[in-house]
């Protein structure tokens, strides 16, 4: 199975990219190579295969969720460049309107 210059040019169109005469000529022949490769691999009988979603096993690695030491409050706050009540104060992001990113209509 080979595709042709003109469907490279179509894909390209409904992806809305510029291609080059040369990107056109070397991705029609990189598609091509992947549609016969695809279409070889069909040809193998898979009928004793059982279906994998992953060809390796795959088994959850994360550590347990224990708590552990924390920052000293003090000595954190002490490295911020604003602080109010006792948290980091950053410069506000929304106007009082409620019409910025998050806000009401």
Same mark, same amino acid.
């Given at each position: 199975?080979?595709?042709?210059? =003109?469907?490279?040019?179509?894909? =390209?169109k409904l992806a809305r990219l510029e291609l080059t005469e040369e990107e056109i000529e070397q991705f029609t022949?990189?598609?091509?190579?992947?549609l016969d490769h695809a279409a070889r691999i069909r040809e193998l009988?898979?009928?004793d295969v059982a279906p994998t979603a992953h060809p390796l096993p795959l =088994?959850?690695?994360?550590?347990e969720d224990e708590p552990g030491p924390t920052l000293?409050?003090? =000595?954190f706050l002490s490295q911020a460049p604003a602080c109010e009540d006792g948290y980091v104060r950053v410069p506000r992001?929304?106007?009082?309107?409620?019409?910025?990113p998050g806000g009401g209509s």
């Open positions: 199975m080979s595709i042709s210059r =003109a469907d490279v040019v179509h894909v =390209a022949g990189q598609l091509s190579d992947i009988d898979t009928e =088994a959850n690695v994360m550590r000293d409050r003090e =000595a992001i929304l106007d009082e309107s409620g019409g910025g």
